[in-house]
Structures are given as C-alpha cells and as structure tokens.
C-alpha cells in the first residue's frame, strides 16, 4: 500500500501541521514538502528538498505547502519537479487535498480561523505538538512569515483541552505551539491570555505529565505566566524567548517592543524564581546598519541571559520586508559575526551541560528508546528504556553535547 512521505521543514508547528496532513492523506503515494521561509537560506532548503524527494521517488505526486509556497506559490508551481502547490489556510483541509487544481492559495490576510481540523495521531513521537495560535499581527521589519502565516488568530481553549487530553493518553508530553504564542487570546470572547489557557490545560487534564512551551515573547510574559513557568512543577524549566538581538538600537530598527535591559531583567527574575530553569533564544546577526559595537551587545548577551538553546540566523534580506531596503552588513561579515554567536552560544551551553554533571534528571524517552530530554531541554543518552516514558536518570558525563546517564 502507498504512504504520504511528509517533509517537514522549518517551526514546530509546521512539525504538528504535517502531522495532520498525513492523516488526511492517509494512503496515498503522494509526497508533501511543507516549506519554511524564515529566511532565504531556508527558501533554499525547500528548493533542494523538492529536488531530492523527486529524484527518491519519481513517480509520486509532488505537493508543496508552507510558508514558501504561500508567500510565492507560481515559484514553485514552476518548477518541473512539483505538480501542486497548496497554501498555508488551506493545507489542513480535506477539500484542498481532493482540489484538481494545480495551484490551491488563498489570500492569507483574510484567514480569522486556525486548527480547523487537528492530527490523530502522534505515533512516532514521544512529545506531541498542539497548535494553539497562528499568524502573527506584528511586523518586524526583517520578517516574511506573517505574509505566510496571515494574522494572529487564537484556537478557542475548549478545543485546545479536548486535544490535550486525548493526547495525554498516550504522550508523557504535549508542547503548545504558534507562530507567536504569547499572543494568544485576544481574538476570542473573553480574551484569555496564554497564561490563562495554562491554567485551564493543567486544571481539566490532571493526566498530563508534562507541559511544554514553544517560544515566547518576553515583553508578553505577563504575572500569570511567570508564576506559572517558575512554580509550576510540570510546565518544563525550559524558556526560549525571541529575543533577536541585544543592541536597543537595532532592536528598534527590526520594530521590536522589547528593549535589552527588559530581556536581561526577565531572564535574571525567572532564574531568581527558578534557578533549574534553561533560557533558549533567538538571535539574528547582521542586522542592517549593524556596527561593530552594536554586535558586541548582542553576542554580551548570550553569557548575561546564560543562554543554552540558541538559534542563531545570519541576516538575509527578505523581498518585500524594510529591513531589506536598509544600508546592508557585507555577507562575510555576518556569516562572521554569526560564527562569533555560535561559539559563545556553544561555550555557554558545554558549561551548563558540565555543570549538570552529577544532577538527577527526569528524562523523557524518545526514538529508538536510548536517547531523550531532560525538563530543562537537554538532551540525555541512556540505558535502552521503554519510549514514551519518563525516566528517573543520574547524570555521569558530558560526550558531545550530550549528558550521558
């Protein structure tokens, strides 16, 4: 019987989208590249993606989603390889899959729902992904993604804790995701906060072992969600904030509403709260007009907020953003400047690991059964275990950034 091969490129919540899709394709030899566009380097990986689920298997449909496909769906219809192209509001539809037609978009702006339909199933995961919220209403100057994603829309809380709790049945973990999740709420009746929904997830659904938060604006978390990451025992002590840079003169040029001091003073309350608690960020090197001085105040950053989980993206200008018609950093000095953040980033990360050396970690035991993560999101190898479940681990070693038990 033929299968669906869904490639999922990008966010987590192209992750838990491409879930759905292969329950909505169910048996049919079709391949799905569901794209990312969050810079040009990813548009590229669609590219290169597309190629090579051809050549693997040349006698597939070939489908292409995501945001790359959204923001330029003739693009891709044009080359060779794809048959169609599905946009971001319509890849979770049955309809759009069964649609002749070889390109199936919509204009994004005008979606005011989201999660019209969720996956059955996460089989092959040990965490599962609920989409919460998608789209975005801010625009930073260096960012495509709402014009692939449309505007911020909020999945009423009801939905969100009916699906909690049937994935609870079979996954120690369930992580909310959203294009921006700390946005969540203000669309609905009531306009309940993230925080808010939280509290409701973890009241109804007592089974849920552990809770899990994709990442959040800071200047978003409000009281109730600091009480909640620093003294509630299963929501993860993992917090990845998009923070982008530390120079407040740069963060002013991307259209941020955070300045540094607030990320630095967030950071050093939540650890004071919690001190076990992981900080990840976001980091963009190269901003346009970015100096020399202005850098140094971000890759500073990395050791002041002790971050562990960085995602570092060397600029690329996007067509149609602001910042892409600002006085450009030359490539090689962002490339540069990016390998300079990757290695603070990474010296600041083996420290942590070495510093968790001796710890007791509850680990949660993912494929194939001998490798997983801790609370704080680090990744552990241990004793074959059963997968799917949380382990109780002693902490030995560091071996290539990863803690051995």
């Not at 491409?18 to 990312?36: G, M, Q």
């Not at 190269?286 to 890759?299: D, H, R």
Request: some cysteine; proline content about 6%.
């Amino acid at each position: 019987m033929s299968s669906p091969h869904v490639i999922s490129l990008g966010c987590r919540l192209n992750l838990a989208e491409s879930e759905t899709i292969r329950t909505l394709l169910s048996d049919r030899d079709t391949i799905v590249i569901n794209s990312c566009a969050v810079t040009n380097e990813a548009v590229k990986q669609t590219r290169q993606a597309i190629r090579r689920a051809r050549r693997e298997r040349p006698g597939a449909e070939l489908v292409v989603t995501g945001c790359a496909a959204q923001i330029d769906p003739q693009a891709f219809a044009a080359m060779p390889e794809v048959d169609r192209v599905i946009g971001n509001a319509e890849k979770l539809r049955p309809d759009a899959w069964l649609s002749p037609e070889p390109v199936v978009v919509q204009d994004i702006m005008a979606v005011r729902e989201t999660a019209p339909h969720l996956a059955a199933s996460f089989s092959t995961h040990a965490r599962a992904f609920v989409e919460v919220q998608n789209g975005c209403d801010h625009r930073c100057t260096f960012c495509a993604i709402p014009y692939g994603r449309g505007n911020s829309r909020s999945v009423p809380a009801g939905a969100v804790i009916d699906r909690v709790a049937q994935l609870a049945e079979n996954h120690a973990e369930v992580v909310l995701t959203g294009v921006d999740l700390t946005s969540y709420g203000p669309d609905l009746p009531g306009a309940p906060s993230l925080g808010q929904l939280v509290e409701r997830i973890l009241a109804h659904v007592p089974e849920l072992r552990r809770l899990r938060l994709s990442s959040l604006d800071g200047i978003e978390v409000d009281d109730r969600l600091f009480a909640l990451l620093t003294g509630e025992p299963r929501l993860m002590p993992h917090v990845h904030l998009s923070l982008q840079a530390g120079d407040d003169m740069i963060l002013k040029r991307m259209k941020r509403r955070h300045g540094r001091a607030q990320s630095v003073a967030l950071v050093e309350r939540l650890r004071a709260a919690r001190p076990e608690i992981a900080i990840g960020a976001d980091l963009i090197a190269g901003f346009p007009t970015e100096s020399e001085a202005m850098f140094e105040n971000s890759l500073a950053l990395i050791e002041e907020c002790g971050i562990v989980h960085a995602h570092i993206f060397p600029y690329s200008p996007r067509a149609g953003t602001p910042a892409a018609k600002m006085p450009q950093v030359e490539p090689e000095v962002v490339k540069a400047r990016a390998a300079r953040l990757r290695a603070a980033a990474a010296r600041t990360r083996a420290a942590w690991l070495q510093s968790l050396v001796g710890s007791t970690q509850q680990v949660l035991v993912e494929r194939p059964g001998e490798r997983g993560h801790a609370g704080n999101f680090a990744e552990v190898r241990l004793a074959p275990s059963q997968v799917g479940e949380i382990v109780s681990a002693k902490i030995v070693d560091v071996r290539d950034g990863k803690l051995i038990a």
